[in-house]
Nanobody
Framework: VQLQASGGGLVQAGGSLRLSCVASGRIFSSHVLGWFRQAAGKEREFVAA????????YYADSVKGRFTISRDTGKNTLYLQMNSLKPEDTAVYYC????????????????WGQGTQVTVSS
């Protein structure tokens, strides 16, 4: 599986962005696709994930109510709609695939995209 993320950019606090991640290769209904982020000097952290088949999703507390993860199975594309952005959301955002479970740790994800930079100015 190869992943290509896009959609990052510079936005003012309170603004919105939508990230996309196109997956090449077979994605099965049991797979979980997730978004992580890594701010400068910090460890990579979980943002949100969705079960590819059923669409069930879950979020980190820090983004709950502001971010929405979704997928278009026909286009093999994962999305992250980010609203009410805050300066602390500034990071490189990565999409990823967990072949086997409901992971929230980076080590549980087997495939990674290249990352897209999101910068939120105050």
């Amino acid at each position: 599986v190869q992943l290509q993320a896009s959609g990052g950019g510079l936005v003012q606090a309170g603004g919105s962005l939508r990230l996309s991640c196109v997956a090449s290769g077979r994605i099965f209904s049991s797979h979980v696709l997730g978004w992580f982020r890594q701010a400068a000097g910090k460890e990579r952290e979980f943002v949100a994930a969705v079960r590819w088949g059923a669409g069930r999703s879950y979020y980190a507390d820090s983004v709950k109510g502001r971010f929405t993860i979704s997928r278009d199975t026909g286009k093999n594309t994962l999305y992250l709609q980010m609203n009410s952005l805050k300066p602390e959301d500034t990071a490189v955002y990565y999409c990823s695939v967990d072949l086997g479970g409901w992971g929230t740790e980076p080590s549980e994800y087997e495939y990674w995209g290249q990352g897209t930079q999101v910068t939120v100015s105050s």
